[in-house]
């Protein structure tokens, strides 16, 4: 690891991990203004939709290194605990972006359809 040890290890683990931690809920405020918007631009729609897709690939790729490349158990289960909170949170914006999309209601995309004629 480093030269050194003792400290600056223990440090850069505890760094490490909040870092990975607050990367899976640092969509949270996003997704939460969203929500209030109602109509999203299909710009903004789409790349939030690239990210969640992309973690789902994230949590795929933490299967894959398992099974063939293993890494720490530890560090295993933080990034794909991690991974799976993310992709929980996007979980219910895909299923609006995807229904939305469907119903075909033009370029942005309705996320409470409730309040839409």
């Known amino acids: 690891r480093y030269p050194g040890g003792g400290f600056y290890n223990g440090f850069a683990e505890i760094a490490w991990t909040f870092s990975i931690y607050l990367e899976a809920v640092a969509i949270v405020p996003q997704m939460e203004v969203l929500g209030r918007a109602k109509i999203v631009k ?9 990210l969640g897709a992309y973690r789902v ?9 398992f099974a063939v490349d293993p890494i720490s158990s530890r560090e ?4 794909a ?3 799976v909170i993310q992709t929980a949170l ?3 914006f895909f299923m609006m972006y995807l ?5 075909n209601l033009g370029a942005d995309v309705v996320l409470n359809p409730k309040g839409i004629v």
């Open 57 to 65: 690939f994230y949590l795929l790729n933490y299967g894959y290194r």
């Open 99 to 103: 229904e939305s999309k469907q119903k």
């Open 90 to 92: 996007y979980a219910r």
């Open 42 to 50: 299909n710009l903004t729609a789409n790349y939030l939709f690239a």
């Open 76 to 79: 295993l289960t933080i990034k």
């Open 81 to 83: 605990f991690s991974a």
